[in-house]
């Protein structure tokens, strides 16, 4: 079954997620804000599912059109192939958004839509009545300046949920976007990962996940594997090779510290969930008695600030540990997440390079230090 698909991410994370589709062979890879559509047959939907480091999920692309009137919308979503994909005894709820255009009610949006796949079922079906016990097929829509994309969500929890991190400290950060931090800090399987406001980890273990291979999605189910529909085989090979792929010969490890010794223990329960424990060197300190012992290392972090979990004087101090702690030297980089517009400042450093991301809906800067 060849599938036009698309991979909603967090805003600034379009290229990642578009570099990584093309490296695993997707075909007329495209950015959007927010999204990435590609498209590809059933191992590519497994492969997606299963190797995504940056999207949030993966969702079959059913069609796009123009709607202007409810009535427009309603023929369009009617017409098409929903029999295909939902059982008579399925489950098909509908979710969605609506920006800048003329069909703005959401609610209004999803009875719509609703209806118009309950029609064509009862058509093809020939019934009037749709228990909804079955698999859920999460039928999504967005629609922006009038343009309509209905979507089938074919990954259910978010890809994210990679399955370590059940219990997690107060402020966590997204598994996305730390893997998305280490990607832009380009870690690779010969480096020295620190983090030394490491909270549960999260950071921490993405790292070892990529410089070893690992696949986020390799030891989780996925929405659609219920559906009976896609090729049960494309899975399979898919996560044989992910297995095959996995670096087992590197030279990475992972130094955390926090000042709290929860969240020191929290890391390494969490790092035992996804076996990459072995890699960890972890202790509870104070960012002011920070001191690598090693002569290289690429050092990425969340540290606590204002909006989060410190008031603003507080979270200003850190910045302010970290400019004389993060020493510019050959063979190190760090590399700061925060919202901190003053934050140059009082690290005392303008950085290389930043890069606009969003930590949940907090609009933030990763500064990069690397010369």
């Known amino acids: 079954m060849y599938l036009q ?87 098909f709820p509908v979710k969605g958004y609506s920006i800048n255009s003329e069909l703005h009610s959401v609610p209004d949006c999803q009875k719509i839509i609703k209806k118009a796949v309950v029609e064509s079922l009862k058509e093809d079906y020939n019934i009037s009545w749709f228990e909804e016990t079955g698999p859920v097929h999460q039928i999504q829509f967005s629609i922006m300046k009038n343009e309509v994309t209905i979507m089938l969500d074919t990954t259910g929890r978010g890809l994210h949920k990679r399955g370590y991190r059940p219990e997690s400290n107060d402020a966590p950060i997204r598994e996305t976007l730390a893997a998305a931090l280490c990607g832009l800090s380009r870690l690779r399987h010969y480096h020295t990962l620190y983090d030394p406001c490491c909270g549960s980890g999260t950071i921490l273990i993405e790292g070892a996940m990529m410089a070893h291979n690992i696949a986020p999605g390799i030891n989780r189910n996925f929405e659609c594997d219920r559906w009976g529909l896609l090729n049960p085989s494309a899975w399979i090979t898919e996560r044989e090779r992910c297995h095959d792929l996995i670096k087992t ?123």
């Open 249 to 371: 010969d590197t030279d990475f490890v992972a130094f955390g510290s926090d000042i709290d010794s929860h969240a020191v223990e929290l890391t390494m329960i969490n790092a035992k969930r996804i076996k990459v424990d072995g890699f960890m060197r972890l202790a509870q300190r104070d960012i002011k008695f920070f001191n690598p012992t090693t002569e290289k290392g690429t050092l990425i972090t969340n540290p606590p600030y204002g909006e989060r979990m410190l008031d603003i004087k507080e979270a200003e101090k850190i910045y302010k540990i970290m400019g004389e702690k993060f020493v510019s030297k050959r063979g190190w980089s760090y590399g700061i997440i925060s919202p901190d517009e003053e934050f140059e400042k009082i690290f005392g450093k303008k950085a290389d390079k930043r890069r606009k991301l969003y930590n949940g809906m907090i609009k933030c800067q990763y500064y990069m230090y690397f010369k």
């Open 5 to 91: 698909m698309v991979a909603p991410c967090l805003l600034g994370l379009e290229g990642l997620v578009s570099d990584e589709l093309k490296n695993m062979e997707a075909q007329n890879v495209s950015a959007e804000n927010g999204r990435v559509f590609f498209e590809g047959d059933d191992s590519m939907l497994a492969r997606a599912n299963i190797n995504s480091r940056y999207a949030e999920r993966i969702l079959i692309v059913l069609d796009r059109f123009k709607a202007f009137t409810f009535e427009e919308l309603f023929q369009a979503v009617k017409s098409l192939p929903w029999s295909e994909f939902i059982g008579s005894t399925d489950t």
